[in-house]
C-alpha cells in the first residue's frame, strides 16, 4: 500500500483531505475499545509528527504558529484523534530534542514514520499530583549510568497502544530524568484506558513500573534539576492545549452557522462566536511566533498574550460556544450520537487536561460570582 505524500502546507488539498477523514470517522469514538489507529496512522503517514521538528531531525521546519493553526484545525475535525496525536508529537519531540544519539537511533525515525507509536508520561511533573510529598515515579541510578524505575505515571495516554513512552521520573536527590521506556520491558504494566466523561478512545490510563531497569541508551535527558526545562523538546507548550479549545469551538461555530440558514435568529450568535474565536486564534498564533521582543503584549490588540491568559480564554470560549450550539440543536442535541453532545462533553476536558491551578481558580471564581482575591 502506497503511503500518502508528506503534508508540507497547510493549503495542500491532501491537508483538507486529512481534516475531512478525521472529521467523518470522529463519531467512532467512543471508548476505550474503540481505539483511533487508522487516523493516528494516517496523520503519522502524512507526515503529521514531521511538522513540529526541524529538518535536522526529520521535520518540515514549520514555525511555531503554523503548527498551532495545524492542530486547531485537525481539533475542529476530531479531538479525540488530535489529542492522541499532540502526545505522539510530544514523544518525537522530547527524543528529537536529546542529547543521547542512541535513544534518537532507537526510536525516531520509526516513530516519525508511524511504524512505531510513541506517547509520554510526564504530567506528574508539571501539573498532576506535585502535591504529593513522595514523587510517585521514582528512580535510583545504576552502576552504569541507567535507572531504575519504580511507580505510576497517571495518566499518559494510549498507553495500552505504545511501544515506548517517555516518562518523567524523579530521584530522591531531587533530580529529574526523562527517559524512553519500552513498553515490552519486564516490569511495565499499562492500564487499557480509562472510560471517561469524553476522549475515552485516547485509552488514557496509569502506567505501572515494577522495578524497571533501564539502560544508559534509553535516557532522553537528565538527571538534572527541572528536567522540564532542561530545552529537550518541549515544543510548543501551553498553547497547544489552547489550540486544540479553539478548534473544537470553531466546530460547535460550524454547526450554529449552518442552523443559522434555515433560522437567522441564530446568524448574530454564530457570527459573534465566530469573531471571538477568529481574536483569539490570531492572538494565539502571534503569541506562537512574537513579533518583537514584548512577547506579553500585542500592540494591535491589546490583548495579553502569556499562555495562561489564551489559555483560560480558550477555557471561557469552548465552554460558551459548545453550549451554545447545544441550545440551538434543542432536544436532538440531547441524544446520545449527536455530535453536540459530544462536544459538550469535550470541552469539559479542558477543564481537568494540563489545567494550571491559577486558571482553574478564576474558572472556579466565575462560576461562583466572586473575585480572585476573594477566594484566597
Aim: aromatic letters at 4%; a negative charge.
Amino acid at each position: 500500500m502506497t503511503s500518502p505524500p508528506v503534508i508540507t502546507r497547510l493549503s495542500a488539498p491532501e491537508f483538507g483531505s486529512l481534516c475531512d477523514d478525521l472529521a467523518a470517522q470522529a463519531s467512532l469514538w467512543n471508548a476505550p475499545e474503540h481505539w483511533p489507529g487508522g487516523p493516528i496512522h494516517q496523520c503519522a503517514a502524512s507526515g503529521a509528527l514531521r511538522w513540529t521538528l526541524s529538518s535536522d531531525h526529520g521535520g518540515v521546519d514549520w514555525p511555531p504558529d503554523r503548527q498551532l493553526l495545524a492542530y486547531q484545525r485537525l481539533a475542529q475535525a476530531d479531538l479525540t484523534t488530535t489529542f492522541v496525536l499532540t502526545q505522539y508529537a510530544g514523544a518525537c519531540r522530547r527524543i528529537a530534542g536529546s542529547q543521547n544519539t542512541a535513544v534518537r537511533a532507537q526510536h525516531l525515525e520509526a516513530l516519525l514514520s508511524g511504524d512505531r507509536f510513541g506517547t509520554v508520561g510526564i504530567s506528574h511533573l508539571t501539573t498532576s499530583r506535585r502535591h504529593l510529598d513522595r514523587p510517585i515515579l521514582s528512580a535510583r541510578q545504576t552502576d552504569d549510568g541507567g535507572l531504575i524505575l519504580s511507580g505510576v505515571a497517571p495518566w499518559v495516554t494510549g498507553a495500552a497502544h505504545a511501544e515506548v513512552i517517555v516518562l518523567g521520573a524523579k530521584l530522591d536527590d531531587g533530580r529529574e530524568a526523562l527517559v524512553a521506556v519500552p513498553t515490552d520491558l519486564p516490569g511495565v504494566h499499562c492500564g487499557p484506558g480509562v472510560s471517561m466523561i469524553a476522549l475515552s478512545a485516547s485509552c488514557t490510563d496509569m502506567v505501572r513500573l515494577d522495578d524497571v531497569v533501564v539502560s544508559p541508551s534509553m535516557i532522553v535527558a537528565g538527571p538534572v534539576e527541572d528536567v522540564m526545562k532542561t530545552g529537550s523538546g518541549g515544543g510548543t507548550g501551553g498553547l497547544q492545549t489552547s489550540a486544540l479549545a479553539l478548534g473544537l469551538a470553531a466546530a460547535a461555530i460550524d454547526f450554529l452557522a449552518d442552523e443559522s440558514v434555515a433560522r437567522p435568529d441564530l446568524a448574530p450568535i454564530a457570527d459573534q462566536l465566530q469573531r471571538e474565536c477568529d481574536a483569539q486564534l490570531d492572538n494565539l498564533l502571534a503569541a506562537a511566533n512574537p513579533p518583537g521582543e514584548d512577547q506579553h503584549l500585542q500592540p494591535e490588540t491589546k490583548i495579553p498574550s502569556d499562555p495562561m491568559a489564551i489559555r483560560g480564554r480558550a477555557n471561557d470560549l469552548v465552554m460558551r460556544c459548545t453550549q451554545a450550539a447545544m441550545t440551538a440543536a434543542k432536544g436532538a442535541g440531547f441524544v446520545e450520537g449527536h455530535p453536540v453532545g459530544r462536544w459538550c462533553r469535550e470541552a469539559l476536558f479542558f477543564l481537568v487536561w494540563s489545567c494550571p491551578q491559577p486558571i482553574a481558580q478564576n474558572h472556579l471564581c466565575n462560576l461562583a460570582g466572586v473575585s480572585g482575591d476573594t477566594a484566597g
